[in-house]
């Protein structure tokens, strides 16, 4: 492995976390589709710095400009770019022992680097037709490919970022379809994780318990419980569900079990065209997804909490143990907040940043945690 890999790596992961938290703001602060055009931005590669600069520009029969809102989703898309890159060099360095890996690695970033110009031209199914070339040479080199040196994790998260771009590319054409958003949402944490456990297993340094075993576990079913729960966040988020409930909690509307409708709630796919911003279901509808996403709250919460207290009895683990323990209590109040303060800005970003670090002390033990060596 190249002596500077694990560097690079940790470098990613900062940045991911960073592109994660300002993704967050950008969808919470309504400046999702705040640029109709992909991957530029009312014609242009920054943003208009006035609504005069993109007046002649066909997005704007799709969307007035609004300059204090367009920077943000086109600077969200150029720090994903950057971390786009550096994965691709992680890809690179991971694969250089591989015969014919760095070209395999190049030729598919190739592939999709075209499509894009291609995709801007009109040529929508040549362009994914080029993209889907590109992700298939990727997933089937990191099937091939042992992870021994991380080539194999490394690929997969090259073609993980580069569906992620997709879906950020469908998050705006599409119109906030919930289904992409959550998608986009779940993709990027999906990167965050796999680029920590790369980068913990390129630092390698290892975590050793005589009850490894039974701790990793414990481990994957929180990842597991966890994960499910973040998609509910994400599902919630996209479905403007967060005050269904108004400002009550524990109760929702003033009472414990409001009516509800799951089956509606629950729609993943509603065809293409409708403009999703603001949300199109009903009360009832919203009401069970917020319901749905507090009870697994508590299922979470209640498996997490003890794992933290299995960390904290365990000798070695006692930072581990408080750590998880300090996060998922401020993940909790947090989440309590944003119902009882009407959703502020600065609180909901945080839940979902609170949201990434539980994720990411649950992989760095995943990825740390080892038996004894015999």
């Not at 694990?6 to 400046?31: E, Q, Y």
Request: hydrophobic share 60%; aromatic share 8%; proline share 3%.
């Amino acid at each position: 492995m190249h002596r500077n890999f694990h560097r690079l790596a940790w470098l990613a992961v900062a940045l991911a976390f960073g592109v994660i938290v300002f993704g967050a703001f950008v969808r919470l602060s309504n400046a999702g589709l705040s640029c109709p055009d992909w991957p530029t931005c009312y014609g242009r590669a920054a943003w208009p710095q006035a609504a005069h600069e993109a007046a002649d520009h066909a997005a704007t029969a799709i969307r007035a400009v609004e300059p204090h809102k367009a920077w943000r989703e086109q600077l969200h898309r150029m720090l994903a770019g950057t971390l786009g890159l550096l994965v691709l060099s992680l890809a690179l360095l991971a694969a250089r022992r591989r015969q014919y890996g760095i070209a395999q690695v190049l030729v598919a970033a190739i592939l999709v680097g075209i499509a894009i110009p291609v995709y801007m031209q009109g040529q929508h199914v040549a362009a994914s037709a080029l993209a889907l070339a590109g992700e298939a040479m990727l997933l089937i080199a990191a099937l091939r490919w042992s992870n021994t040196d991380l080539a194999r994790a490394a690929t997969l998260t090259l073609a993980v970022i580069i569906f992620q771009a997709l879906l950020g590319m469908w998050t705006v054409t599409w119109l906030l379809k919930p289904i992409v958003v959550m998608g986009h949402l779940l993709g990027g944490l999906l990167t965050f994780s796999l680029l920590a456990w790369m980068a913990w297993r390129a630092t390698d340094v290892p975590i050793r318990l005589a009850d490894a075993r039974r701790v990793r576990l414990l481990l994957f079913i929180g990842l597991a419980l966890l994960s499910i729960q973040i998609a509910l966040g994400g599902w919630t988020s996209a479905n403007y569900a967060a005050l269904a409930c108004g400002n009550d909690f524990p109760k929702c509307v003033g009472q414990w079990w409001p009516p509800t409708d799951f089956r509606e709630a629950f729609v993943l796919w509603r065809g293409i065209g409708v403009d999703y911003e603001g949300g199109v279901l009903d009360g009832q509808s919203r009401i069970a997804i917020q319901m749905a996403h507090r009870i697994m709250a508590l299922v979470v919460f209640g498996h997490l909490l003890a794992v933290a207290i299995r960390l904290l009895r365990t000798p070695g683990m006692l930072a581990w143990g408080v750590t998880l323990g300090v996060l998922l209590i401020t993940q909790v109040g947090l989440g309590i907040a944003n119902v009882k303060l009407g959703l502020p800005l600065h609180v909901a970003v945080s839940h979902n940043a609170v949201a990434a670090l539980l994720l990411f002390v649950l992989v760095s033990l995943i990825a740390r945690v080892r038996a004894p060596e015999v």
